[in-house]
């Protein structure tokens, strides 16, 4: 599968011109020197890359050395201690809390659409282009439709992607469908993608009878074994050591496909973080972990989740392949994603990509974040930089679109979308024994006994039960 | 310190294995061999019939690659190779992630806690995920090929953080299979049946008994059912139910109490989660009285579900109370270990009380 790139130049230098664009609400002051006495501490740490990064294959880019030695005849004694040769230096120097620079952000649309010029990035076809496109509006139609129906008092419960539509699709795109997601919960646009129907996710929202959960658990916990979709559940970060073990054995079984994994800026801060990527460096699973700092836990921000440089730099603390991109970008999303996959597959690593974004919806139907964040914030990161019109620009620049398409596909999906919600309502509910069974495999003498009690208390008070669940 | 542990520290043998012999599970020939063998030896042999019949079995935790801290993987690593036998890094909640990813992709992923102690850093990956898994996805995904070892239980020595018995937490979480092994022969059937039920499985392994009990265990691959508890000595005065090295002690208990004319009948529950009603409620509707005794603290131990259910199905059976002898409401105590356990007095004397109420 050769990768090829446009024209490289110095990414650096295109993304100098772009950066006055991007309003970053993080505030935090780099420049401040730490106080030591007698020191020559040098303020030339760094993390990020400084040469040009034309590169015409999948390598690392060699990043520049961690410290810089001040002394150059100690740099070249060295000592040995568990874990391998270590150079030494006599003169005391802590690593900044904080490198001078931040990571930058890799991008390759700007604000109107237009690919920045000389960027490096997969070229996507025409056909791959509206299918992305497509499902992006798709999935804005439908997290409108299904929120509004929450509102409505029709299912208990909703969470909407609004603002990470990017994320969600043009991540799927770069995947093949025998990579396992395992996804945190705002990630249904990959499944949307992978040919999970309206229906599919009216049925689940709905618990009726048709749904693959068996109604057992709360709208937008979506799971599809056939397309390769862990099950959502609700505590947070519980999948990144489980993509480690499924990588694992995606690798033990030699297969040509990678775990990719979902979580957000707050769920970095779990201990599963932690030790989902230990485990996946240690092990050299082919895990790609893919973080949606999107700014906001409920209503944490991430100045109150972390105080490091966001989710990018805890990678190399790892061992792990990392990049920082502009998670609003259909295009860089894809083309690092795609990389990324290309890496987890045939290097047998985990890498990490940390994708910015912004939460424009509220955390979920039981929450208003107008109570923590000011509207006009929200207003801003809606209409100005919003990914699903920002890629639209671009395919229609190429004349891949039109008005007329967009009209035609948000009312066919609107239309289509009642339809599903009319149906999944109306459907049947899940007979009552869906609550005893795949407790275990097969079902032990005390479940037997507790069906057998439920049932008759369901005979003699009906009243006491909501209709429908025939015994 | 060291008289007290020359006291404890006797050879226990187990005699029953002829009469055990009957009670194996699949159908063994006469001439099967047979090996004396502690526990650690047995667990050892039963992990390596597991990964020899099942070549996606894996088996991980920490320092298992040597052979482990209490020699149950001896061995694996060499004969199986790094790729399936493995240390990780010190990380429950990882370790145990790990193996459900494992074990969700079709693969056996038999995972050692080193301590039992150790093990709520990966309670909410074993309640909330593992425990779940199957049924929160309508059955479309499971990780029954999970098993997770850790030893358990007083040692003469642990202190606070190597002698937990938490086995009591996990038997409230459905979903989920508890199994609690008495002696090697018993470990090595049950930790088998355990990686080849699909089911997530938590196996507390008695550590006092790894090297303390030896008993003839067959060579051959055989499994002992779970969720069914075994008699292992009967009687007609009163019923006791215990697991693990507990039963060693009720054994004894049972064994003095006979001199003085009570007849014990004393039961193995084996599996805690889903466990075997059945078998308890015959035995104390023949006996009219029970006696439970578990080393894990009396209040929200384990025996209170058994007392209670036991006293649903049984009231008018019943001459007396059920009685618990159990560990004391306190962090299990280092100097204080011989006064916090349920010792084989304290049973007889409730054995007595109990019968003379």
């Known amino acids: ?471 | 310190m060291a008289a007290l542990l020359g006291r404890l520290c006797r050879k226990l043998v187990f005699p029953g294995t002829t009469h055990g012999a009957k009670r194996l599970s699949t159908s063994a020939c006469e001439s099967d061999t047979v090996k004396s063998l502690n526990l650690y030896s047995a667990i050892n042999q039963a992990l390596h019939i597991a990964l020899e019949t099942d070549p996606r079995s894996y088996v991980f935790g920490e320092d298992v690659g040597f052979g482990g801290v209490f020699r149950c993987t001896t061995g694996l690593a060499e004969r199986f190779g790094k790729n399936r036998v493995f240390n990780t890094p010190l990380c429950e909640q990882g370790i145990v992630g790990f193996g459900i990813g494992l074990a969700a992709m079709g693969n056996r992923a038999i995972v050692e806690i080193q301590f039992a102690d150790y093990i709520y850093p990966a309670f909410d990956q074993i309640v909330n995920e593992a425990a779940k898994f199957r049924y929160r996805s309508g059955n479309q995904f499971n990780c029954g090929g999970l098993t997770i070892r850790a030893p358990y239980g007083a040692v003469g020595h642990g202190g606070h953080y190597h002698s937990q018995s938490p086995e009591a937490f996990f038997c409230h979480v459905p979903g989920i299979k508890v199994v609690i092994p008495r002696s090697p022969r018993e470990a090595k059937g049950l930790l088998l049946s355990c990686i080849r039920d699909p089911n997530p499985v938590v196996f507390f392994e008695p550590k006092w008994l790894y090297r303390q009990a030896v008993e003839e265990v067959p060579e051959h691959d055989y499994m002992i059912p779970l969720s069914e508890a075994e008699v292992i000595k009967e009687g007609n005065d009163i019923t006791l139910v215990g697991w693990g090295a507990q039963l060693t002690i009720m054994e004894q208990a049972c064994l003095d109490a006979e001199k003085e004319g009570i007849s014990c009948e004393l039961i193995d529950l084996k599996t805690l989660l889903p466990w075997d009603k059945e078998t308890v409620e015959a035995s104390v509707k023949k006996t009219g009285r029970l006696l439970i005794s578990h080393e894990a603290p009396v209040t929200g131990g384990f025996g209170a579900e058994i007392s209670a259910t036991i006293l649903e199905r049984c009231f008018l059976k019943l001459e007396a109370p059920v009685s618990r002898v159990c560990g004391l409401d306190t962090p299990f105590p280092l100097v204080f270990e011989p006064f916090y356990m349920p010792t084989k007095n304290k049973i007889l004397d409730a054995i007595k009380s109990t019968v003379n109420y």
């Open chain 1, 1 to 471: 599968m050769a990768i090829w790139f446009a024209r490289s130049r110095n990414i650096v230098s295109s993304l100098r011109q772009n950066l006055g664009l991007s309003k970053i609400l993080f505030k935090r002051d780099y420049s401040h020197r730490p106080v030591f006495k007698n020191s020559q501490l040098s303020s030339t740490v760094f993390l990020g890359p400084v040469k040009s990064l034309r590169h015409e294959s999948t390598a690392v880019e060699k990043q520049p050395d961690l410290v810089q030695l001040s002394d150059e005849e100690d740099a070249q004694l060295e000592l040995d201690f568990p874990g391998g040769k270590v150079g030494y230096t006599s003169e005391m120097k802590f690593i900044p809390e904080s490198s001078s620079r931040r990571i930058p952000c890799y991008r390759v649309l700007d604000e109107d659409g237009r690919i920045i010029p000389d960027s490096d990035f997969i070229p996507v076809s025409e056909k791959l282009a509206v299918r992305m496109y497509e499902q992006m509006a798709t999935l804005q139609v439908m997290d409108h439709i299904f929120y509004e129906a929450q509102r409505q008092g029709r299912i208990s419960f909703y969470l909407t992607s609004v603002g990470e539509e990017a994320i969600n699709i043009a991540s799927a795109a770069a995947l093949s469908s025998d990579d396992v997601v395992l996804p945190q919960y705002r990630e249904p646009g990959v499944l949307l993608w992978r040919g999970f129907t309206l229906e599919e996710f009216a049925n689940q929202c709905f618990g009726n009878k048709a749904d693959y959960g068996k109604g057992r658990q709360m709208p937008i916990h979506y799971g599809s074994n056939r397309h390769n979709y862990f099950t959502v559940s609700s505590p947070i970060a519980t999948q990144l050591p489980q993509a480690a073990g499924v990588g694992y054995s995606l690798k033990m079984e030699k297969k040509n496909a990678c775990a990719v994994t979902f979580i957000g800026d707050g769920g970095t801060s779990e201990g599963d973080f932690h030790a989902g990527l230990n485990f996946a460096a240690v092990m050299e699973a082919p895990v790609v972990f893919i973080c949606r700092n999107n700014g906001w836990a409920i209503s944490t921000h991430i100045s109150e989740q972390f105080r490091s440089d966001g989710i990018v730099v805890k990678g190399q603390a790892y061992g792990i392949r990392s990049i920082r991109v502009d998670g609003n970008d259909a295009l860089a999303v894809y083309s690092a994603v795609r990389s990324a996959r290309e890496m987890a597959v045939t290097e047998q690593r985990p890498v990490l990509i940390e994708a910015m974004t912004y939460r424009v919806g509220h955390h979920s139907t039981s929450d208003d974040s107008t109570k923590y964040r000011a509207a006009d914030e929200i207003q801003y990161w809606k209409m100005s930089r919003n990914p699903v019109n920002r890629f639209r620009k671009w395919v229609e620049d190429n004349g891949w679109w039109s008005e007329e398409d967009e009209s035609k596909l948000r009312s066919n999906t609107r239309k289509q979308l009642l339809q599903a919600i009319q149906a999944a309502e109306k459907w049947e509910k899940q007979p009552l024994i869906e609550l005893f069974n795949d407790v275990y495999d097969v079902k032990p003498k005390n479940l037997e006994e507790q069906e057998l009690g439920l049932k008759g208390l369901v005979e003699k008070r009906p009243q006491d039960y909501p209709p429908g669940f025939h015994v």
